[in-house]
C-alpha cells in the first residue's frame, strides 16, 4: 500500500524556517515526480515545489523561489521542503504527492497526482 507522511509543519515567526518532511512507504520515491502543494482556508490548492523523477530537476513557484527548497533522500525514501524567510503568507496546510509523471513535474497540476500524505499545518505568524 502506498503511503506519504508529512511532518515539520508548526507555528513560526516571519522570518524564520521550517524542514517540512514527506516519507514513503510502499513504493520508492525515486521513481516518482514528487510535488509540495499547499491550501490556505478559502483559496484553491497551489502548487509549491516539484522534483522531477526522471531527471532530478526541481520546479518551484515564483511566490516561493529562492525561500524554498525541494529535494529527496532516496536512501531514507524520503522528500523536504526547506522553507526559509518565511511569510504570514505562507500559512496553509502544505501536502506532499507522488506520481509517475511523463514529462517535467512542471507541466502538472495538483489534480494529477494521484498518491498524497495527509497534510501538515504551517502557521507563519508573530
Known amino acids: 500500500q502506498l503511503q506519504l507522511v508529512e511532518s515539520g509543519g508548526g507555528l513560526v515567526q516571519p522570518g524564520g524556517s521550517l524542514r517540512l518532511s514527506c516519507a514513503a512507504s510502499?513504493?520508492?520515491?525515486?521513481?516518482?515526480?514528487i510535488g509540495w502543494f499547499r491550501q490556505a482556508p478559502g483559496k484553491e490548492r497551489e502548487g509549491v515545489s516539484c522534483?522531477?523523477?526522471?531527471?532530478?530537476?526541481?520546479y518551484s513557484a515564483d511566490s516561493v523561489k529562492g525561500r524554498f527548497t525541494i529535494s529527496r533522500d532516496t536512501a531514507k525514501n524520503t522528500a523536504y521542503l526547506q522553507m526559509n524567510s518565511l511569510k504570514p503568507e505562507d500559512t496553509a496546510v502544505y501536502y506532499c504527492?507522488?506520481?509517475?509523471?511523463?514529462?517535467?513535474?512542471?507541466?502538472?497540476?495538483?489534480?494529477?497526482?494521484?498518491?498524497w500524505g495527509q497534510g501538515t499545518q504551517v502557521t507563519v505568524s508573530s
Open positions: 522534483i522531477s523523477s526522471h531527471d532530478g530537476s526541481t
Open positions: 510502499g513504493f520508492t520515491l525515486g521513481g516518482y515526480a
Open positions: 504527492a507522488a506520481e509517475r509523471l511523463a514529462l517535467s513535474c512542471k507541466y502538472y497540476r495538483w489534480n494529477e497526482y494521484g498518491y
